[in-house]
């Protein structure tokens, strides 16, 4: 890795841990916080790419593990990942990487639609698809149940991905920081 690479890393990284100052609000149904925080792995696949996004989102979560107290709500811990909302925190890493594997794969084509739909695939439908079932093991509550609960996250994910779209093309439009595949 090149020390650009590493400094993307850690701006990404540190970017996703500033998202954790906006308040949680925690939903009673399945325990698990809105935050902003997610929108960090969006960010860093949209501008650092599939590489650099996903370490970038693998250090947080490392860090987060570790103890420091990065996640919303000054939260950090094993306990973060063991709790009911650690399978969408653990495809933070997985999301990053997939949403910069298909942007650097789509760079020349790219269209506001694409992006968002990108954004949907990889930073919430991946993310969805392993942090419901999580609920529902670790707060013991039927599938359905934990599906319905996190019902709740969608308008602010669905937000959240305008909001990328709009800061990404921005950024890319000012800095190219994605080469395609």
């Not at 960090?40 to 250090?59: F, P, V, Y």
């Not at 107290?69 to 939260?75: C, H, K, V």
């Not at 949907?120 to 529902?136: D, H, K, N, R, S």
């Not at 019902?151 to 991905?161: C, E, H, Q, Y």
């Amino acid at each position: 890795m090149s020390t650009r690479d590493i400094v993307f890393v850690a701006l990404f990284a540190a970017l996703t841990a500033a998202l954790g100052l906006f308040p949680p609000v925690t939903l009673p149904v399945v325990g698990v916080p809105i935050t902003a925080q997610s929108m960090g792995a969006m960010l860093a696949g949209a501008i650092a790419g599939a590489t650099r996004g996903g370490a970038a989102l693998a250090l947080f979560v490392l860090l987060v593990c570790a103890g420091l107290p990065l996640m919303a709500g000054g939260r950090g811990g094993l306990g973060i990942v063991m709790g009911p909302g650690g399978g969408f925190v653990l495809m933070w890493p997985v999301a990053a990487f997939v949403i910069g594997f298909l942007y650097e794969r789509s760079l020349k084509t790219l269209t506001v639609w694409k992006e968002a739909l990108i954004l949907v695939l990889g930073g919430i439908v991946l993310t969805y698809a392993v942090g419901i079932p999580w609920i529902a093991v670790v707060a013991r509550v039927d599938l359905a149940k934990a599906a319905i609960g996190s019902a709740w996250f969608l308008p602010g994910d669905a937000a959240k991905v305008v909001l990328v779209v709009l800061i990404a093309r921005a950024v890319r439009r000012a800095y190219p920081t994605l080469q395609p595949r």
